[in-house]
């Protein structure tokens, strides 16, 4: 359950929206049972004087109070019930954008290596599947439990005071039965299996995207149906796992209802010597039972959320490994136009260096061009300069800086929305400008929506020099004082690189610029080359 702790104290910050929807729950708890016991009490009091008159006895009864506290139970029920359920689904879907904006800060802060570890379907799944089964820990298992526990240890006061003590505390032991069952029992009965099929479900999800992707091959190599088969066993496994859950939220949903009429069963037979002796009367004999049996409510709502406990714990334990901030500081910023490195040791956390005592100093309007082979380090020294992941050891100091990755990334966007990541303040005239640049401009201009021609999937209307000519412009236009481009030409013919080299050159000139590749001419014009071996 530690777990869950990080997520508990995240949800606690709006502590107030969730007393407030607490309160909310227990107004509509209570008015429920108010009602069910007062309507129970004035039907037995009008029975009772019923009788009173056909057997020529002269009686009265009140039917102004009674009835007039029924209706307004009867609203207050209605009415705290709609702005329970308006107030506390608003304050979920609120803890539930906190819980995502926290991940996604996380995310932020670990290297992107760390993040290129599963696909983009997997890390969907964990800011999907994994936080939406944490929606459960407030509306579903916090409250209700605590309102459970609350409303019973009112019911066993009013029976200690309307009745005796040691009814009272039989009653606490029967309730407390049900309520150990409803919860703590059950999620250990369901703990692992349900822990293991938001996993299971996720690869199931994934094995059937690459079913479809690799339909062809699957086809041609004549296995479409065997793995189809396969396919349709996991999903009946994981169907009977989840029937063996639901089933024991059942049994145990049953056993706690069975305790609980047990113990209006009770109060009502030794509420009978009670009523024979003069101690209560009947009416008083007959609501208890009945707000006994108004718990079945509060304590329905528990086995459900302590049979999927097991799947929330699990969802928090993956989202605490799998997304981490660095443990080491990355790159520090300075106000500065100078980049320095100090005995640095380059490579990622739990993994040998690359490099290992490299030092450099750039200063503001240099040049500089790092080459080597494949291996060398060369994004690694990058992603270090850039701050994207920390240094193994040493120090690196470095003003704002505009990084150019190996990656191609083109978002599923108009070209507009794609350039103004480097800028968003940047006029239609100046992205113009950086697309004339590039040697992008043409090729707009001649698309109908010009700047807001839509790119497709990964920019999947563009050709591969396009496309890093696109990302190259995004990078341009940003006014970072340090600019690094880690193979800036990738996919470019060399007469357009020819062309293009100067012109970025000059565009660029006052800022200290890095750029890496496999061989100089793959680089802008630089002052000093840096080889790695």
């Given at each position: 359950?530690?777990?869950?702790?990080?997520?508990?104290t995240?949800?606690?910050?709006?502590?107030?929206?969730?007393?407030?929807?607490?309160?909310?729950?227990?107004?509509?708890?209570?008015?429920?049972?108010?009602?069910?016991?007062?309507?129970?009490?004035?039907?037995?009091?009008t029975?009772?004087?019923?009788?009173?008159?056909?057997?020529?006895?002269?009686?009265?009864?009140n039917?102004?109070?009674?009835?007039?506290?029924?209706?307004?139970?009867?609203?207050s029920?209605?009415?705290?019930?709609?702005?329970?359920?308006?107030?506390?689904?608003?304050t979920?879907?609120?803890?539930?954008?906190?819980?995502?904006?926290?991940l996604?800060?996380?995310?932020?802060?670990?290297?992107?290596?760390?993040?290129?570890?599963?696909?983009?379907?997997?890390?969907?799944?964990?800011?999907?599947?994994?936080?939406d089964?944490?929606?459960?820990?407030?509306?579903?298992?916090?409250?209700?439990?605590?309102?459970?526990?609350?409303?019973?240890?009112?019911?066993?006061?009013?029976?200690?005071?309307?009745?005796?003590?040691?009814?009272?505390?039989?009653?606490?032991?029967?309730l407390?039965?049900?309520?150990?069952?409803?919860?703590?029992?059950?999620?250990?009965?369901?703990?692992?299996?349900?822990?293991?099929?938001?996993?299971?479900?996720?690869?199931?999800?994934s094995?059937?995207?690459?079913?479809?992707?690799?339909?062809s091959?699957?086809?041609?190599?004549?296995?479409?149906?065997?793995?189809?088969?396969?396919?349709?066993?996991?999903?009946?496994?994981?169907?009977?796992?989840?029937?063996?859950?639901?089933?024991?939220?059942g049994?145990h949903l049953?056993?706690?209802?069975?305790?609980?009429?047990?113990?209006?069963?009770?109060?009502?037979w030794?509420?009978?010597?009670l009523?024979?002796?003069?101690?209560?009367?009947g009416p008083?004999?007959?609501?208890l039972?009945?707000?006994?049996?108004?718990?079945?409510?509060?304590?329905?709502?528990?086995?459900?959320?302590?049979?999927?406990l097991?799947?929330?714990?699990?969802?928090?334990?993956?989202?605490n490994?799998?997304?981490?901030p660095?443990?080491?500081?990355?790159?520090?910023?300075?106000?500065?136009?100078?980049?320095?490195a100090?005995?640095?040791?380059?490579?990622?956390?739990?993994?040998?260096?690359?490099?290992?005592?490299?030092?450099?100093?750039?200063?503001?309007?240099?040049?500089?061009?790092?080459?080597?082979?494949?291996?060398?380090?060369?994004?690694?020294?990058?992603?270090?300069?850039?701050?994207?992941?920390p240094?193994l050891s040493?120090?690196?100091e470095?003003?704002?800086c505009?990084?150019?990755?190996?990656?191609?990334?083109?978002?599923?966007?108009?070209?507009?929305?794609?350039?103004?990541?480097?800028?968003?303040?940047?006029t239609?005239?100046e992205?113009?400008?950086?697309?004339?640049?590039?040697?992008?401009?043409?090729?707009?201009?001649?698309?109908?929506?010009?700047l807001?021609?839509?790119?497709?999937s990964?920019?999947?209307?563009?050709?591969?020099?396009?496309?890093?000519?696109?990302?190259l412009?995004?990078?341009?236009?940003?006014?970072?004082?340090?600019?690094?481009?880690?193979?800036?030409?990738?996919?470019?013919?060399?007469?357009?690189r020819?062309?293009?080299?100067?012109?970025?050159?000059?565009?660029l000139?006052?800022?200290?610029v890095?750029?890496?590749?496999?061989?100089?001419?793959?680089l802008?014009?630089?002052?000093?080359?840096?080889?790695?071996?």
């Amino acid at each position: 359950m530690r777990d869950l702790r990080p997520w508990f104290t995240l949800i606690l910050q709006r502590r107030g929206r969730l007393f407030i929807g607490a309160l909310l729950l227990l107004a509509t708890l209570i008015s429920g049972i108010a009602l069910l016991a007062l309507s129970g009490w004035f039907l037995t009091e009008t029975a009772l004087v019923g009788l009173l008159f056909a057997a020529g006895i002269q009686a009265y009864i009140n039917l102004y109070v009674p009835g007039g506290a029924i209706r307004f139970f009867a609203v207050s029920r209605t009415v705290a019930r709609y702005f329970e359920r308006l107030y506390n689904h608003n304050t979920v879907l609120r803890l539930l954008t906190d819980i995502r904006v926290a991940l996604f800060d996380r995310m932020a802060q670990s290297g992107h290596r760390d993040r290129g570890r599963h696909k983009g379907a997997h890390w969907l799944s964990r800011l999907t599947a994994d936080v939406d089964a944490l929606d459960t820990l407030y509306l579903r298992l916090v409250a209700p439990s605590a309102l459970a526990a609350v409303v019973a240890l009112l019911v066993v006061v009013l029976v200690w005071l309307l009745f005796t003590w040691e009814i009272a505390l039989t009653l606490l032991a029967l309730l407390g039965s049900a309520f150990v069952i409803a919860t703590w029992v059950l999620y250990r009965r369901t703990q692992g299996l349900s822990g293991q099929l938001n996993e299971r479900q996720e690869l199931l999800r994934s094995e059937v995207i690459e079913h479809l992707e690799g339909f062809s091959e699957l086809t041609a190599a004549g296995r479409i149906g065997k793995h189809a088969a396969l396919l349709k066993r996991q999903a009946l496994a994981l169907d009977k796992d989840q029937a063996v859950i639901e089933t024991q939220t059942g049994w145990h949903l049953a056993l706690t209802q069975l305790l609980i009429n047990l113990s209006a069963v009770l109060v009502l037979w030794t509420g009978l010597k009670l009523f024979q002796n003069g101690s209560v009367s009947g009416p008083v004999l007959v609501m208890l039972p009945i707000v006994l049996l108004g718990l079945n409510e509060v304590y329905a709502m528990l086995p459900d959320a302590f049979g999927k406990l097991g799947a929330t714990v699990a969802a928090a334990k993956r989202l605490n490994e799998e997304i981490k901030p660095s443990a080491v500081h990355p790159a520090n910023t300075t106000t500065g136009t100078t980049l320095i490195a100090s005995d640095l040791s380059v490579g990622h956390p739990g993994s040998a260096p690359v490099m290992t005592h490299f030092s450099l100093s750039a200063q503001a309007g240099d040049r500089l061009g790092i080459v080597g082979v494949s291996g060398s380090g060369k994004s690694s020294l990058a992603d270090t300069f850039a701050g994207v992941i920390p240094a193994l050891s040493g120090r690196v100091e470095r003003p704002p800086c505009a990084y150019l990755t190996q990656r191609t990334v083109v978002f599923e966007d108009t070209v507009k929305a794609n350039l103004l990541l480097g800028n968003p303040k940047a006029t239609d005239a100046e992205l113009w400008r950086i697309l004339q640049l590039v040697e992008l401009a043409e090729r707009f201009t001649r698309e109908d929506e010009r700047l807001n021609t839509w790119l497709g999937s990964s920019g999947n209307r563009l050709s591969g020099g396009e496309a890093r000519r696109l990302v190259l412009a995004r990078v341009l236009l940003s006014s970072a004082p340090l600019v690094i481009l880690d193979e800036p030409f990738t996919g470019v013919d060399a007469d357009t690189r020819t062309r293009i080299a100067p012109l970025i050159d000059r565009w660029l000139e006052g800022r200290t610029v890095i750029s890496l590749g496999h061989g100089p001419e793959a680089l802008l014009p630089s002052d000093h080359i840096l080889h790695l071996s």
